[in-house]
């Protein structure tokens, strides 16, 4: 099955992990590719606690502000390679591939990879796909898509980010 989270509404992410743990919880193997970002995030550290639960990053530590950079685009190249690999190499039953929708519309990735891994998805994984702005063809190509739309939001009142809530 394929799953996309999608929207500007806060809880992409979130509802991904929420996946993973539940499906670690099950005895599941999760891989967790998150696409343009590098920082150590809380859930990051909470994810570490989990043997079946295997996090990789292919970002800096800042996320893209303007335009991106050619390591921008080559790590996420690598992260697309290694996400195949996990999709393809019997071991996870899960794979998340947490802000994939932004790297593609930063265009740090190309759709049709990204279709044609979609595409090959065994059918005994779940292959789930995070982030604003998800491409239609991707969205056609789901079995579940969730659009968390912002209704309101205290970053607009002026209230920061807080870490355990937000990272």
């Known amino acids: 099955m394929i799953q996309v989270y999608t929207g500007n509404g806060k809880g992409k992410t979130t509802?991904?992990?929420?996946?993973?743990?539940r499906?670690?919880?099950?005895?599941f193997n999760v891989y967790i590719a998150q696409f343009c970002k590098g920082r150590l995030y809380n859930e990051i550290k909470a994810l570490k606690k989990f043997k079946q639960i295997k996090v990789?990053?292919?970002?800096?530590?800042?996320?893209?502000k303007k335009s991106p950079e050619k390591i921008?685009?080559?790590?996420?190249?690598?992260?697309?390679?290694?996400?195949?690999?996990?999709?393809?190499g019997n071991k996870?039953?899960?794979?998340?591939?947490?802000e994939i929708n932004i790297a593609l519309k930063y265009k740090l990735?190309?759709?049709?990879?990204?279709?044609k891994?979609?595409?090959?998805?065994?059918?005994?994984?779940?292959?789930?796909?995070?982030?604003?702005?998800?491409h239609p063809k991707v969205l056609e190509s789901a079995d579940l898509v969730s659009v968390i739309r912002e209704v309101k939001h205290y970053y607009n009142s002026g209230i920061k980010a807080?870490?355990?809530v937000e990272f």
């Open 72 to 88: 921008d685009r080559q790590m996420a190249q690598i992260g697309l390679e290694k996400s195949k690999k996990a999709l393809l």
């Open 109 to 115: 990735i190309i759709l049709a990879d990204l279709l």
């Open 56 to 64: 990789e990053q292919f970002g800096r530590r800042c996320f893209i």
């Open 162 to 164: 807080r870490a355990g």
């Open 23 to 27: 499906a670690a919880g099950a005895g």
């Open 15 to 21: 509802a991904a992990i929420g996946l993973a743990v």
């Open 117 to 134: 891994l979609i595409k090959n998805t065994p059918k005994d994984v779940e292959l789930v796909l995070t982030g604003r702005y998800a």
């Open 92 to 98: 996870f039953k899960i794979v998340i591939l947490d």
